[in-house]
Antibody, heavy 118, light 113 residues
Framework: QVQLQESGPGLVKPSGTLSLTCAVS?????????WNWVRQPPGKGLEWIGE???????NYNPSLKSRVTISVDKSKNQFSLKLSSVTAADTAVYYC???????????WGQGTLVTVSS | DIVMTQSPDSLAVSLGERATINCKST????????????LAWYQQRPGQPPKLLIY???TRESGVPDRFSGSGSGTDFTLTISSLQAEDVAVYYC?????????FGQGTKLEIK
C-alpha cells in the first residue's frame, strides 16, 4: 500500500517560491506510476498542477506551466514541487497523489496548507 | 481544456434514500480504441484528502461500498448512492483523465435532509 506524505514551509512570501516534497513509502517511486500534485484553495475545488514519471518526463497544467517545476529524486524515493512568483491566489492545500498510471488517483497525501502572505 | 460541470451544486437527501449527482464534460471522454470512459469520482470528507470511489466511469475502487455506483458514457455521467448513510456526507467530485490538464468538476456538497 503506497503512502504519501507532503512536507515543506507553511508560509511563503509574495513573489517567493513555494517548495514542497512528497515522500513515498510502501512502494518504489520507480514503479510504473505517474506522481502528481493537486491543490485546493480554502473552501474551493480541486486543481491539477502537474505530474512526473520516474524517468523525469513531466506534464504541467498550462495555466501554471510557466511557474511550475516538478522533479523526482529516486535515491530518496520522493518527488518535489516548486512554484515560483507566488501570490495570494496560490494559497491552498497542496496534495501529492498517484495512481496506476491512467490519470486517476488512488493514493493521496494528507495535504499541506501553504499560505502566501507577507 | 475539458471543462467538467456537476449538478446540483448541493443536495440534501434523507437517510436511506437515493442520491444522484450528475457530471457533464465539454467533450467526450470516451476513448474509442478501448471503449473506456476516462472518468473518475471522488469523495472528500471535511479535513480529509479526496478518496477515489469510481474509475473508468463505473468501476468501483476496492473497499468502496456497493451502494456507490457510476454510470454514463461520452459526455454525461452519474454517481448514484442507492441508500444514503450518515457517513456519506461529503463533497463529491468528478474528474476526467482523458487528456491533460486533468480537470475536476466544481464539486457537489451532499448533506442529510
Amino acid at each position: 500500500q503506497v503512502q504519501l506524505q507532503e512536507s515543506g514551509p507553511g508560509l511563503v512570501k509574495p513573489s517567493g517560491t513555494l517548495s514542497l516534497t512528497c515522500a513515498v513509502s510502501g512502494g518504489s517511486i520507480s514503479s510504473r506510476k505517474w506522481w502528481n500534485w493537486v491543490r485546493q484553495p480554502p473552501g474551493k475545488g480541486l486543481e491539477w498542477i502537474g505530474e512526473i514519471y520516474h524517468s523525469g518526463s513531466t506534464n504541467y497544467n498550462p495555466s501554471l506551466k510557466s511557474r511550475v517545476t516538478i522533479s523526482v529524486d529516486k535515491s530518496k524515493n520522493q518527488f518535489s514541487l516548486k512554484l515560483s512568483s507566488v501570490t495570494a491566489a496560490d494559497t491552498a492545500v497542496y496534495y501529492c497523489a498517484s495512481g496506476g498510471g491512467q490519470g486517476y488517483f488512488e493514493y493521496w497525501g494528507q495535504g499541506t496548507l501553504v499560505t502566501v502572505s507577507s | 481544456d475539458i471543462v467538467m460541470t456537476q449538478s446540483p451544486d448541493s443536495l440534501a437527501v434523507s437517510l436511506g434514500e437515493r442520491a444522484t449527482i450528475n457530471c457533464k464534460s465539454t467533450q467526450s471522454v470516451l476513448y474509442s480504441s478501448n471503449n473506456k470512459n476516462y472518468l473518475a469520482w471522488y469523495q472528500q470528507r471535511p479535513g480529509q484528502p479526496p478518496k477515489l470511489l469510481i474509475y473508468w466511469a463505473s468501476t468501483r475502487e476496492s473497499g468502496v461500498p456497493d451502494r456507490f455506483s457510476g454510470s454514463g458514457s461520452g459526455t454525461d455521467f452519474t454517481l448514484t448512492i442507492s441508500s444514503l448513510q450518515a457517513e456519506d456526507v461529503a463533497v463529491y467530485y468528478c474528474q476526467q483523465y482523458y487528456s491533460t490538464p486533468y480537470t475536476f468538476g466544481q464539486g457537489t456538497k451532499l448533506e442529510i435532509k
